[in-house]
Antibody, heavy 119, light 111 residues
């Protein structure tokens, strides 16, 4: 069974850089595209970006200048880095799998981690 | 506003049928990109409900069905049950935004 678990600080200061890691179990890193999706409190879902096994990544254009996703197959982990955080980045951050065969289909999700940006 | 438009809320009595619409445009649903649907209970991650417009993952009851026509998609739930009360989101790809996009979500209340 595929399981994902996010880890990282729950509180960030404005203008600082967020670093989150997702640890994967039950799946090979070559089996999926690896996504980050976030959800501000009480609001809807927002796709941030993904990385594939070859290291190619793609991001929501409005976040592209601030976001980086990296993959560490040796540790079965992938990570998100988001610079210049503001209050608008306060959200629950989910790591998730995207099926290679069915574009966009997010089958497995982590439990999510709440990141609060304070001034 | 979300690129994909969903009604903020729908409701129905147990046993009834409800539908949730997801309206897009020619750059997403209308451009033949697949629509996926998710169900989210409070405090939990979304769960895949429908993929590729009309396919159900293993374990999802056949009370849930999806359809797509033109620039819109719909999720239908028949035989409404109390445990169906949740938020529902549609998802597709938008070629103008070059991004996966979600609808704003619909809160289903079982009366």
């Amino acid at each position: 069974q595929v399981q994902l678990q996010e880890s990282g600080p729950g509180l960030e200061k404005s203008s600082e850089t967020l670093s989150l890691t997702c640890t994967v179990s039950g799946a090979s890193m070559s089996s999926f595209y690896w996504n980050w999706i976030r959800q501000p409190p009480g609001k809807g879902l927002e796709w941030i970006g993904y990385i594939n096994y070859s290291g190619s990544s793609n991001f929501k254009p409005s976040l592209k200048s601030r976001a980086t996703i990296t993959l560490d197959p040796s540790k079965n982990q992938f990570s998100l880095r988001l610079t210049s955080m503001t209050a608008a980045d306060t959200a629950v951050y989910y790591c998730a799998t995207e099926a290679i065969a069915v574009a966009g289909m997010v089958e497995y999700w982590g439990q999510g981690t709440l990141v609060t940006v304070s001034s | 506003q979300s690129v994909l438009t969903q009604p903020p809320s729908v409701s129905g009595a147990p046993g009834q049928r409800v539908t949730i619409s997801c309206t897009g445009s020619s750059s997403n649903i209308g451009a033949a990109y697949d629509v996926h649907w998710y169900k989210q209970l409070p405090g939990t991650p979304p769960k895949l409900l429908i993929y590729g417009n009309r396919n159900r993952p293993s374990g999802v009851p056949d009370r849930f069905s999806g359809s797509k026509s033109g620039t819109s998609a719909s999720l239908a739930i028949t035989g409404l049950q109390p445990e169906d009360e949740a938020d529902y989101y549609c998802q597709s790809y938008d070629s103008s935004l070059r991004s996966w996009v979600f609808g704003g979500g619909t809160k289903l209340t079982v009366l």
